[in-house]
């Protein structure tokens, strides 16, 4: 499996303070990408990263990939509360490959 | 309405039962995807479409049938339903970009209970 596991699997942090997530995959990749999950709804899509780049920004997220390591980081800054939800990165299987696989995500919760 | 849609979005069957979830889509997107989501096992890929007549397996495919005799519909069929497919099943759409996989549009999912 090329699942990507993201750690932590749960983070607590005060409302204004940053959070950080980290995923990490096993196998070579054309994208990966970030999706948030609010409690009982689907996903929603963030943000894409390419292979070739190695970071992208999108509003107070900033995504970071390290194809050497095989990791990525989804940085939110100046969190709100209504940032708490569940965050979950998904690569694909390289080029031409169109399934996306997902790791089993990170519950953030922002206190107010 | 626009988007992808789901339904039913609540169910309760029994043990043995065929089940039918159903997914729609209005974008034409070629691209069409099932997971179902566990508590500690995150989202898991049962099945995938890339056209209409074209499916293939995921991970957990096991107990699980599809078809896609149309571009906008993923039905998801389970044959004979087992406590252990108790889950939450959501279906997403996508197109690729320059032949890499453009970003998933989820479904609200369907919510599976299995006495």
């Known amino acids: 499996s090329q699942q990507g596991e993201e750690d932590p699997q749960a983070l607590s942090i005060q409302e204004g303070e940053n959070a950080t997530m980290n995923c990490s995959y096993k196998?070579?990749?054309?994208?990966l990408q970030w999706y948030r999950q609010n409690s009982g709804r689907g996903l929603v899509h963030l943000i894409l990263i390419r292979s070739n780049e190695r970071e992208k920004h999108s509003g107070r997220l900033r995504v970071t990939l390290d194809t050497s390591k095989k990791s990525s980081s989804l940085l939110i800054t100046a969190s709100r509360a209504a940032d708490t939800a569940s965050y979950f990165c998904?690569?694909?299987?390289?080029?031409?490959?169109?399934?996306?696989?997902f790791g089993s995500g990170t519950r953030l919760l922002v206190r107010p | 309405d626009a988007g992808i849609t789901q339904s039913p979005r609540y169910k309760i069957t029994e043990t043995g039962r065929q089940v039918t979830l159903m997914c729609h889509q209005t974008?034409?997107?070629?691209?069409m995807f099932w997971y179902r989501q566990d508590l500690g096992h995150g989202l898991r890929l049962i099945y995938y479409?890339?056209?209409?007549?074209?499916?293939d397996k995921g991970e957990v495919p096991d107990g699980y049938v599809v078809s896609r005799s149309k571009t906008e519909n993923f039905p998801l069929t389970l044959e004979s339903a087992t406590r252990s497919q108790t889950s939450v099943y959501f279906c997403?759409?996508?197109?690729?970009?320059?032949?890499?996989?453009?970003?998933?549009?989820f479904g609200e999912g369907s919510r599976l209970t299995v006495l």
């Open positions: 997403a759409s996508s197109v690729l970009r320059q032949g890499r996989t453009g970003e998933l549009f």
């Open positions: 479409s890339a056209a209409a007549d074209i499916t």
């Open positions: 998904a690569t694909d299987a390289g080029w031409g490959s169109y399934k996306l696989i």
């Open positions: 196998t070579s990749i054309n994208n």
């Open positions: 974008w034409s997107h070629s691209y």
